[in-house]
């Protein structure tokens, strides 16, 4: 183990951006593939609707969404989604909110705070899931699929039964694209461009099932809508938001990366290929951890560990004796020094997280990269790690 701490390495990350959103780009990316944006134009000219249009189709066709399913692009990314469903469609039915990281947290807070709403909320510490069985199906459920700033993810959505009454309501953001989603069992579905398909940001997407649209059409919440969250007109759905005219207006340019990001995961195979990119940068990471002294998924059980955001914790000895504060440090130097050395940026853990490191490992990274990212954290951590 000394060697391998002390040696610095030879072999590079081609591409050292590591960051869990944005993310970085797809392999290959110019600027030159978006001179044909069409920057200037209005979002409601027929050209552009046009290609707010295929976003929707190819995000659909790509991650296999349901026919009868309802896709918008929406404002504020994935957290504006979230919101935008929330706050629309809760109310009638009793609710439980899972969460076992920050963004669950904050739908959390979202419905006891804001909304007011009393629910059910199951949480656990990071690195664990809370208690997914026998929760009523007249329930109305809140959760994040992939748990980004704590490395869990469900293993699949066998546990919200059949034939429920309430919504299933999923943040999926870092899982769209590079997990299975069973998209029969959920009624409302979010994610955001700037994460596996390495987009620009402030874009989200939302998709409805027919029983969201239904409870959509049948329920007026009690408390005010902004504009940006309402999908109704004179009571009925309004189709045009799920037909490219969007709620306000989106950037026509980030609209055409989106395009030319979508474009190259069909290229690669569509998704079963970008979840195998995933999967083989967390095997790297798996064979690594196997050999490490000091390093340890924040995940323990295999079967519940993230393929995109995987989160990594300080095992060794002499830093599990420091304190929390040490520990975070630690953490923020390692990153230091690997930013100087031009070799990863934007790895450390999340703010609210546990000290350690987060590794994005979505489809838009290189699996070399993340192979050849871990040799320079052994010698990182070997420049900075405590005395004994």
């Keep these: 183990m000394t060697d391998r701490i002390s040696a610095k390495p030879e072999t590079r990350p081609r591409v050292a951006n590591f960051s869990s959103g944005p993310c970085t780009k797809r392999p290959g990316f110019s600027l030159n593939q978006l001179q044909s944006a069409l920057l200037g134009r209005s979002h409601r000219a027929a050209p552009s609707i046009a290609r707010l249009q295929e976003v929707i189709s190819r995000s659909r066709a790509l991650a296999g969404i349901p026919e009868d399913y309802k896709i918008a692009i929406v404002p504020a990314s994935d957290t504006g989604a979230v919101e935008l469903?929330?706050?629309?469609?809760?109310?009638?039915?009793?609710?439980t909110v899972i969460a076992w990281e920050a963004f669950g947290q904050d739908w959390v807070t979202d419905t006891v705070k804001q909304l007011k709403l009393n629910p059910d909320v199951r949480t656990a510490v990071f690195g664990k899931l809370p208690e997914l069985e026998n929760i009523p199906p007249e329930r109305d459920v809140i959760f994040t699929w992939n748990g980004t700033t704590s490395g869990v993810r469900v293993p699949d959505a066998h546990w919200l039964g059949e034939d429920r009454e309430g919504l299933a309501i999923c943040d999926a953001t870092s899982a769209v694209f590079a997990q299975e989603i069973d998209w029969q069992k959920l009624d409302v579905?979010?994610?955001?461009w700037q994460k596996v398909l390495g987009g620009e940001a402030a874009h989200g997407m939302l998709v409805l099932s027919p029983k969201a649209v239904a409870r959509l059409e049948s329920y007026t919440p009690p408390w005010p809508l902004p504009k940006l969250f309402r999908l109704t007109k004179d009571g009925?759905?309004?189709e045009a938001i799920f037909a490219g005219k969007t709620i306000n207006t989106p950037s026509m340019l980030a609209v055409e990366d989106c395009l030319y990001a979508l474009r190259w995961a069909e290229e690669i195979g569509g998704l079963k290929a970008m979840m195998a990119r995933s999967d083989e940068s967390l095997a790297h990471i798996e064979a690594w951890v196997g050999q490490s002294d000091w390093a340890a998924f924040q995940c323990a059980d295999k079967a519940l560990r993230s393929n995109t955001g995987v989160c990594l914790r300080f095992a060794a000895p002499e830093v599990i004796a420091l304190s929390e504060g040490e520990q975070r440090a630690l953490g923020k130097a390692i990153v230091s020094l690997l930013e100087k050395e031009g070799?990863?940026?934007?790895?450390?853990a999340y703010p609210k997280a546990p000290p350690g490191l987060r590794i994005w490992c979505g489809a838009t990274v290189e699996p070399s990269d993340v192979k050849a990212l871990l040799p320079w954290l052994d010698w990182a951590y070997g420049q900075l790690r405590p005395s004994v």
């Design 343 to 348: 070799v990863a940026f934007d790895f450390g």
């Design 85 to 95: 469903a929330l706050w629309s469609l809760l109310g009638p039915a009793p609710v």
């Design 236 to 238: 009925k759905l309004n």
């Design 189 to 192: 579905i979010t994610w955001s």
